[in-house]
């Protein structure tokens, strides 16, 4: 499964906005005085198209990546619960229709930036802009077809319940793969500060890795982390600890829970995760 772009660095997202800003387009006016002349915007389509595409080059390009994600997720779901032809071709349209909401949705923040003052003196103004689509991107395109994609709804309706149950377990396995590494840091830094028996950590350890949590791709692994931790029913984690484990374990989850909320209401937005209004 191809993972979405990872968040970038303040001095990454800088150099690479200016980067693309040392593209320019001159045009020069009618040699004849007398003509009306309009002067050009500074700051052109293809700006913005370097802005959406980042490292994929080309809008092409970067709209390809997504049809060869939407192929690699429906086969992943077939492996998870086996699909019919009719479920595979439902969901195969509607990861489609997704694909098509973010074209529109592109175009529609095209419209935006023609909206706005594209000469060199309100160069802030469209750097603002660039530096708020480029940020968003990771975030966006990570849900593509996860929370409320058409792909997402569709499968809460056309997944009998069995196959949903093995779909889920299936996509937490695999997040828990991706990000085993980092996972097993975390935890071992919490059974560290709670001074975990072998046999306590074993029993934590398994509540964890088995908790139903809702994993949502493009968020900080670290977040998720924090998540399940916060997560994880009472009446399995209280049995593990002592009283006083379970006094510093329940201030600790209290504190992540407050940090996993200013999580999610700072991540960022862009045009792409609003829909077209038309306009």
């Known amino acids: ?4 772009d990872l968040p ?8 690479g906005v200016l980067g693309i800003l040392s593209v320019r387009s001159e045009v020069w006016a009618d040699d004849d005085d007398d003509a009306e002349w309009t002067r050009p915007p500074f700051f052109t389509d293809e ?14 390009r970067w709209y390809h ?3 060869v994600r939407l192929i690699q997720e429906i086969d992943a779901i077939a492996n998870d619960c086996g699909l019919s032809g009719p479920q595979k071709q439902k969901l195969t349209l509607a990861g489609q229709g997704d694909l098509k909401r973010l074209h529109d949705r592109v175009e529609a923040g095209r419209r935006g930036f023609h909206k706005i003052p594209r000469q060199r003196e309100n160069r802030k103004q ?23 994609s058409i792909l997402a709804k569709s499968l809460a309706k056309t997944l009998t319940p069995k196959q949903l149950e093995a779909y889920a377990k299936g996509k937490r396995e695999r997040w828990f793969l991706e990000n085993r590494r980092e996972f097993e840091a975390f935890l071992e830094n919490e059974m560290n500060i709670l001074r975990l028996t072998p046999d306590q950590r074993k029993s934590l350890v398994g509540s964890f890795a088995n908790a139903s949590i809702p994993l949502e791709r493009g968020t900080e692994p670290r977040v998720m982390f924090m998540q399940i931790f916060s997560m994880v029913p009472d009446e399995e984690v209280r049995p593990i600890l002592d009283n006083r484990q379970w006094t510093l374990y329940s201030n600790r989850r209290s504190s992540y829970q407050r940090r996993v909320r200013v999580a999610f209401a700072n991540r960022p937005s862009s045009f792409l995760s609003r829909e077209d209004d038309g306009s």
């Open 65 to 67: 990546q997504f049809e």
């Open 8 to 15: 970038i660095s303040r001095r990454g997202l800088l150099a």
């Open 47 to 60: 700006h913005f198209d370097q802005w959406v595409a980042g490292d994929a080059g080309s809008l092409d």
């Open 126 to 148: 469209v750097l603002d802009f660039a530096k708020e689509l480029i940020s968003s991107r990771p975030f966006i395109l990570a849900e593509l077809f996860d929370g409320g």
């Open 1 to 4: 499964m191809i993972k979405a």
